[in-house]
């Protein structure tokens, strides 16, 4: 373990709304990084894990949303957890890693020996203590997280190559047309302060030859180069490519859960793993019934406290109830997600769906998705205050706020 003295200082990177486009309709309501996932805001995953961290000094979010956006949640979750919390909004576009150092002065305010780094748009258990471990035994400048996926899948990612006995990366190339490897970067690091160096290092180097274009009469006859601005650095092709097999960078493998939260139908499935997670990190907030008093629970499913579900009702596996909802009787859910203040009426049914703030499903009314997580409509999804009449069924369907269904619908985006 680290000396008593040593100082960590997470970096959660949540984005901004031009980011999450995908997301809608469900990002017309609430920045896609608080998006409950098992009844907790999206971040509140990536918090929690970094709460596990000993020594830990402060997190900050760095995003592009305006600070009222996030001023409400910042001061809850700080006192809920009891660690200082804190929102940085950017000015403007600086890259993965030109954002991390254009706060480099706060960031190292507390004097931290390490940096945790972390992408909100992953689901992850985060094996944060274990990964500083390693990476204190490596003696690099940084370590990545990365997990093997299928060969199939390993494009849409950065793949990476690491030596199998040291761990050290060797080769970083971000979704590459041919294969490179099974092992990807997972968006989730480690760094020693000296990361700052190497960032500002490629910031000096672009000055250097945006100097020498404007003096080099070679360079003037050329077509205008795309130059990206010197402040505007990325993670991946400006530092871990050129550093890779330079002994800077290290990798920690994970064998456990990953995936990319892009999608609405994204979030349900990484719902779905949270709430597994629960299982041995907070069973308490795991509902329980067997159908007599309560209602009739299997596998995970969450429930809020002032949710009001109906004891002939069935829920789960894979269900969270949020907030304020209001679940009648013979109502059956499956793997989907019931925002705040829903209605879902006697003898309805929802399977892989997710329906939005306010919503109302009325009697024996079907909302029903495949459940095919990276279909475009293979999770069906209402938005705020949709309301769904007596009987209608909905099936893989995409349905935007304030509308009402009164006929059936089937794979269809209701404007």
């Known amino acids: 373990m680290g000396s008593s003295e040593e100082r960590v200082v997470a970096v959660i990177m949540v984005g901004g709304p031009t980011k999450g486009t ?11 990084p608080l998006f409950p996932l098992a009844g907790q805001p999206m971040v509140n995953h990536h918090i929690s894990a970094c709460k596990r961290i000993p020594n830990l000094a402060q997190i900050y979010l760095i995003g592009f949303y305006e600070e009222r956006e996030f001023a409400l949640y910042v001061s809850s979750v700080s006192n809920e957890l009891r660690v ?22 706060l960031i190292m305010e507390d004097n931290p020996s390490h940096i945790v780094l972390l992408n909100c748009d992953v689901c992850c258990s985060f094996p944060l203590p274990e990964m500083l471990e390693a990476h204190r035994n490596y003696g690099g400048i940084g370590t990545i997280l990365v997990i093997k996926v299928s060969p199939e899948s390993a494009h849409q990612f950065g ?32 760094f020693t302060p000296d990361i700052f160096t190497a960032i500002q290092g490629v910031s000096t180097q672009r000055k250097d ?180 009449e007596d009987e209608v069924v909905v099936i893989n369907s995409i349905v935007l706020p304030n509308k009402t269904l009164n006929v059936s619908v089937q794979e269809e985006i209701i404007l």
Not at 22 to 32: A, C
Not at 85 to 102: C, I, M, Q, T
Not at 175 to 186: A, H, Q
Request: charged share 20%; proline share 6%.
């Open 159 to 190: 793949e990476l190559v690491a030596d199998p006995v040291t761990n050290e990366l060797l080769h970083y190339t971000e979704k590459p047309e041919t294969f490179v490897s099974d092992l990807i970067n997972c968006g989730a690091y480690i």
């Open 209 to 388: 030859r945006a100097t020498l274009r404007r003096v080099s009469s070679f360079e003037a006859l050329q077509p205008a180069n795309k130059s990206l601005p010197a402040d505007f650095v990325r993670l991946d092709q400006d530092i871990l490519s050129p550093l890779a097999g330079k002994k800077q960078f290290y990798v920690y493998e994970t064998r456990d859960f990953w995936e990319q939260i892009k999608t609405p139908g994204m979030s349900l499935k990484c719902s779905g793993l949270y709430l597994a997670q629960f299982r041995t990190t907070s069973p308490h907030l795991l509902a329980s019934g067997d159908g007599t008093k309560t209602a009739k629970i299997s596998g995970d499913v969450y429930i809020h406290p002032s949710a009001k579900v109906h004891p002939t009702s069935k829920i789960g596996p894979n269900v969270s109830i949020s907030a304020n909802a209001r679940i009648g009787a013979g109502v059956r859910l499956v793997n989907c997600i019931i925002l705040d203040d829903v209605e879902i009426k006697e003898n309805a049914v929802v399977i892989h769906a997710i329906v939005g703030w306010k919503s109302s499903i009325a009697r024996w009314s079907r909302v029903q998705g495949s459940g095919d997580h990276n279909a475009k409509l293979g999770v069906t999804i209402l938005g705020e205050s949709v309301t769904v």
């Open 22 to 32: 995908r997301f809608r309709p469900l990002s017309l309501n609430i920045p896609k």
């Open 84 to 105: 200082p919390v804190r929102y940085l909004k950017e000015d403007r576009p600086h890259g993965s890693a030109g954002g991390l150092y254009n706060f480099r002065d």
